[in-house]
């Protein structure tokens, strides 16, 4: 039986871009479960802990709170969605936050291509066009 590959937290901290402290403190507040330990005291993870820092830093990235994300990490990555339908909802009511960012966001990005395209830096816009942009960003 092949035994299950494990990970130093230098080797996580590199593969998901997050710090070794930042992992310790998510372990600190039970955010992660606590790693195992080596004979000399050094903390082991496996693919699971990595697969679950790996979401909290996408959902983390969504601007979702560390209270948000917790109880998407008590689900294991197999789990059936239906017996979740609580998280399910929140997840699509999420996505449609996150929908609106985009559209707002591209809004900015499509004026401030109009701006370098026409050489014009000058608050030059229909009034309409402000109030909509400045409307969306404050959501």
Same mark, same amino acid.
């Given at each position: 039986?092949?035994?299950?590959?494990?990970?130093?937290?230098?080797?996580?901290?590199?593969?998901?871009?997050?710090?070794?402290?930042?992992? #310790?403190?998510?372990?600190?507040?039970?955010?992660?479960?606590?790693?195992?330990?080596?004979?000399?005291?050094? #903390?082991?993870?496996?693919?699971? *802990?990595?697969?679950?820092?790996?979401?909290?830093?996408?959902?983390?990235?969504?601007?979702?709170?560390? *209270?948000?994300? #917790?109880?998407?990490?008590?689900?294991?990555?197999?789990?059936?969605?239906?017996?979740?339908?609580?998280?399910?909802?929140?997840?699509?009511?999420?996505?449609?936050?996150?929908?609106?960012?985009?559209?707002?966001?591209?809004?900015?990005?499509?004026?401030? *291509?109009?701006?370098?395209?026409?050489?014009?830096? #000058?608050? *030059?816009?229909?009034?309409?066009?402000?109030?909509?942009?400045?409307?969306?960003?404050?959501?």
């Amino acid at each position: 039986m092949k035994e299950a590959q494990t990970f130093t937290i230098k080797q996580i901290a590199t593969h998901t871009g997050i710090s070794e402290d930042t992992i #310790r403190y998510y372990e600190k507040i039970s955010l992660l479960p606590r790693a195992e330990r080596k004979g000399n005291g050094h #903390r082991v993870y496996g693919q699971e *802990d990595i697969d679950m820092l790996s979401l909290l830093s996408c959902l983390k990235k969504t601007g979702m709170s560390l *209270d948000e994300i #917790r109880p998407f990490l008590g689900v294991s990555s197999d789990a059936d969605p239906a017996e979740y339908p609580e998280l399910v909802e929140l997840f699509k009511r999420h996505r449609e936050n996150i929908m609106e960012q985009i559209i707002s966001l591209q809004q900015v990005v499509d004026l401030i *291509d109009m701006k370098l395209e026409k050489g014009r830096y #000058r608050r *030059d816009w229909t009034t309409e066009a402000q109030d909509n942009i400045s409307e969306n960003i404050l959501k």
